[in-house]
């Protein structure tokens, strides 16, 4: 089955700094990826996704890019604020039929 | 109107004893899943159901009995409980088994003593 690696584990940036979390995926037929991102005590909410067509995609201070060749897609976080701070998981899915398979999470801490 | 409800919210017992998840969704999807977050957040997939079919259903301990009697609820029973099963509990739904994004309830914490 699919196998989504995510890098790091934590991350603990200044305000107004950038974050990156990396994920890898061992599936080629996988197809979406999305990322969550889980507030404490909250289930996780779809934050940004992109599809297998596609090599990058933003939506405001949050973009994603994926390189298919290497099975690997990124979040980037700019001008990060204190309400960031989450954990963030990336997943990966093949078609109907398979379940969206998420990485470990990376725990984001934005300090003032 | 929360989208994905789950009940309840909190929920402690003894070894062995059976409990039950409730999880209802108001969002008109298809399909719906039970996922599982250990202490170290990691999210497994359990099971999911599509339109009271299941179609996913992972390597869980057959204590676990999923149950979806219309396509807008989907239960988790769970006999003989044990300790390695305290976890967040976390149903989801997604508008088709093919579409992507998943909507989560706020989970159910199980804890086990």
């Known amino acids: 089955g699919e196998n989504v690696e995510q890098h790091p584990s934590t991350l603990s940036v200044q305000e107004g700094d950038s974050a990156v979390i990396k994920c890898t995926y061992s599936d080629s037929a996988s197809n979406y990826f999305p990322w969550y991102k889980q507030e404490l005590g909250k289930g996780p909410q779809l934050i940004i996704d992109i599809r297998s067509n596609v090599g990058e995609k933003k939506d405001q201070r949050i973009a994603v890019t994926l390189n298919k060749t290497a099975k690997h897609f990124s979040l980037h976080i700019t001008e990060t604020q204190p309400e960031d701070s989450a954990v963030y998981f990336c997943?990966?899915?093949?078609?109907?039929?398979?379940?969206?398979?998420f990485g470990k999470g990376t725990s984001l801490l934005v300090t003032p | 109107d929360t989208a994905v409800s789950q009940t309840p919210k909190y929920l402690v017992t003894q070894m062995g004893n059976d409990k039950s998840i409730k999880c209802e969704q108001n969002l008109g999807h298809d399909t719906m899943y039970w996922y599982k977050q250990d202490s170290k957040k990691f999210l497994k997939i359990m099971f999911s159901y599509n339109n009271k079919e299941l179609i996913i259903n992972e390597t869980v301990p057959n204590r676990f009995s999923p149950k979806s009697p219309d396509k807008a609820h989907l239960n988790l029973h769970i006999n003989s409980l044990e300790l390695g099963d305290s976890a967040v509990y976390f149903c989801?739904?997604?508008?088709?088994?093919?579409?992507?994004?998943?909507?989560f309830g706020e989970g159910s914490r199980l804890t086990v003593l």
């Open positions: 989801a739904s997604s508008h088709t088994a093919s579409t992507g994004e998943l909507f």
């Open positions: 997943a990966a899915k093949r078609n109907s039929g398979y379940a969206l398979n």
